[in-house]
T-cell receptor, first 115, second 110 residues
Framework: EAGVTQSPTHLIKTRGQQVTLRCSPI?????VYWYQQALGLGLQFLLW???????NRGNFPPRFSGRQFPNYSSELNVNALELEDSALYLC??????????????FGSGTRLTVV | GENVEQHPSTLSVQEGDSAVIKCTYS??????FPWYKQELGKGPQLIID?????GEKKDQRIAVTLNKTAKHFSLHITETQPEDSAVYFC?????????FGTGTRLLVSP
């Protein structure tokens, strides 16, 4: 079973530019979560998509947005990049078991550097 | 909102010693508590998890305990090995999302 795949792995952008990050969840998983991990810090919740809809978002400005496609893959868009947006962006795929159990599997992330 | 505190921020042990990392959470409705290991340049990898109807879970050298009354849970690693060196994150599933602790950098010296 393929894991959660994210692309690109690394990206360098200039302040003010826009960026799109991509995530493909594990086959059969319908939920995708996005997290931001700034250098040396913990994971901050960004967005949650399920069945093509945005279900929840964290305390981030509107220039952070995204969407989920019919095949459950997802994009994270960041407009008007700022230096402090430099971080590792992680995507997690959520599975739900028959007994109501669930779990989260993370991809390897996209390292975004804003200069 | 939900908050998860994690201690210590760094932990240095000798190979073969035990390591304990502790977390507390604020949302009493939290019902799922995973632990992740993150190595340099990689995404977090799930190493063990526990649900709110269980007090303790063990998987070889790793164990997790949960005290719902006190709202805290702990990770125990026995017989540590150099390859256990990494950053460990606890998390609690509150309303619709995982909330993470700030991480513990574990260094196991040979």
């Amino acid at each position: 079973e393929a894991g959660v795949t994210q692309s690109p792995t690394h990206l360098i952008k200039t302040r003010g530019q826009q960026v799109t990050l991509r995530c493909s969840p594990i086959s059969g998983h319908t939920s995708v979560y996005w997290y931001q991990q700034a250098l040396g810090l913990g994971l901050q919740f960004l967005l949650w998509y399920d069945e093509g809809e945005e279900r929840n978002r964290g305390n981030f400005p509107p220039r952070f947005s995204g969407r989920q496609f019919p095949n459950y893959s997802s994009e994270l868009n960041v407009n008007a990049l700022e230096l402090e947006d430099s971080a590792l962006y992680l995507c997690a795929s959520c599975w739900v078991g028959q007994g109501g159990d669930y779990g989260y599997t993370f991809g390897s992330g996209t390292r975004l550097t804003v200069v | 909102g939900e908050n998860v505190e994690q201690h210590p921020s760094t932990l240095s042990v000798q190979e073969g010693d035990s390591a304990v990392i502790k977390c507390t959470y604020s949302d009493s409705a939290s019902n799922y508590f995973p632990w992740y290991k993150q190595e340099l340049g990689k995404g977090p990898q799930l190493i063990i998890d526990i649900r709110s109807n269980v007090g303790e879970k063990k998987d070889q050298r790793i164990a997790v305990t949960l005290n719902k009354t006190a709202k805290h849970f702990s990770l125990h690693i026995t017989e540590t090995q150099p390859e256990d060196s990494a950053v460990y994150f606890c998390a609690a599933r509150g309303f619709q999302k995982l909330v993470f602790g700030t991480g513990t950098r574990l260094l196991v010296s040979p």
